[in-house]
């Protein structure tokens, strides 16, 4: 089997391709299965598995939540949701739904306070589903206020930016607990993204594998090899699950590829066997 890929974003948060279309290029692209984790929200996973269906490439549908916890945020995959019956996964991303709108709109004031061509219909209009920095971004280099989607970020999306405001986040708790209730597999995303090694690192994935947290994206775009080979080892000390993928979002993340990361990641598809094996000896769906 080819390699898998489990953290990809489609049009209905910030990616650019639909997701039926982003199962038949898994499917092109050899790859032995695909999740779809879109930014809080579920929305776009009956048309992924639907071409899952057709295409015969293995669908995992998931999401992507952003936690708080020890005053950080991080961020965390679903995989294996219930998405139709997760009831209360919907009401928590409601909630944040209703945040992520006044985080908008705060940050457009903002924007237009610089003196910035941008105002908040033209950034609904612009987006398919879940709006945010990236939409922005484009927004920017499209009006000629910056040269390019990553000096939008520097200068005024990004943590540091003039224009820059906090997500609104699940305190890690209430992310894990929803999750669970939907029967997912809950992942701690990208942590090389925490800054952190060695005996913080382990004591802080320790905590959170403590308040549920079942598995580590050991294998993302972003981690060399000697780092993936660390996080492999330290879920294993921690009796945690191992997962991957690419964070791939097409022209939103320039020069990552499905599957192929910036051109060194291969998610074997063993990992994909052992998450299941995992899922099976708790009697969860697979
Ligand atoms: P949001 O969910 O609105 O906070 O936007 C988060 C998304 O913005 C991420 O998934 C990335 O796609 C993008 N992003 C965040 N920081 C940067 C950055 N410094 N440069 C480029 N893209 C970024
Ligand atoms: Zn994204
Ligand atoms: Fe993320
Ligand atoms: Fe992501």
Redesign the pocket.
Known sequence: MGPIDLHT?TSF??GEFPPGELVCMAAEAGLGALAITD??TMDGLDEALEAGAETGMEVVPGCEL?ASFQGRTMHVLGLWVRHREADALRASLAGILGG?EA??QYMVDKLRALGMDIDYQQLLDSAQG????????RILVERGAVKS??A???KY???QGLAYAP?PSLPLEEAVACLHEAQATVALAHPYLLGLNGRPLEELVRACRDLGVDALEAYYTDHSQTRTREYIELARRLDMGVCGGS?F?GR??PGVRLGAGRGTLRVPYEVLEDLKARREAKGLWT
């Open positions: 974003h948060s910030d930014h809080d952003s992520r985080r908008n879940t709006v945010g920095r990236p939409h922005m971004a989607y990553e939008a970020f520097r999306l990004g943590r997500k964070d979002h939103a993340k």
